[in-house]
């Protein structure tokens, strides 16, 4: 926990660098609002609001309806912030405040939690950690469900957040953000 308020005060503050060019950014495309808020599920099962940078064209609450997915469209700057994770910095400060962790499984929308509660056996033994802005899954699971509800792959994904937690280790730690960091670098190099 330590090691996670002092990672991310350091690396939030350097954040605030960037911030008026990824606001400037965003405003010039598509206006306001500059971040979007998210509830999101976190550890045993808390609810806690996440800020993230908006990259699409409104602020996706996990509600699809019977399409099961979103209508909202990510914008061309908002693919270049998702690429880049720089949509993901104001998450620092909750990581600060200790609601994330900078290591652990991915928090979710709440409705998406009701269906995967529903659907997946022992989905909410990923709620046994703290959320976070990296984890085993991240790296390793290719088929990430985004802007809908998609049960065969949040399975999958599932067993690679139990992996994590079961053999949880600051080696472990360790290894997800070196290995983050590289993919970083060369999304960014790219």
């Known amino acids: 926990r330590i090691m996670d308020a002092a990672a991310a005060v350091l690396l939030g503050a350097l954040s605030l660098i960037i911030y008026p060019f990824v606001i400037a950014a965003i405003y010039y495309e598509d206006g306001r609002p500059f971040f979007v808020f998210q509830e999101r599920v976190g ?18 609450s996990g509600t699809y309806g019977e399409a099961g997915k979103t209508n909202l469209r990510v914008t061309r700057v908002g693919a270049i912030l998702r690429k880049s994770r720089i949509d993901e910095l104001p998450q620092l400060w909750s990581v600060a405040l200790g609601v994330q962790s900078l290591i652990g499984p991915r928090p979710e929308l709440p409705a998406l939690v009701d269906t995967y509660r529903r659907d997946i056996p022992h989905y909410d033994l990923r709620h046994l950690v703290t959320p976070g802005l990296s984890g085993w899954a991240q790296l390793y699971h290719d088929a990430h469900p985004h802007h809908g509800a998609d049960v065969v792959e949040t399975k999958n994904k599932l067993s690679y957040d139990l992996y994590y937690i079961k053999h949880r280790s600051l080696f472990l730690d360790l290894e997800i953000a070196l290995k983050t960091i590289k993919t970083l670098a060369l999304r960014v190099g790219a």
């Open 43 to 60: 550890k045993d099962g808390a609810l806690f609001s996440m800020a993230k940078f908006r990259s699409m064209t409104g602020n996706d």
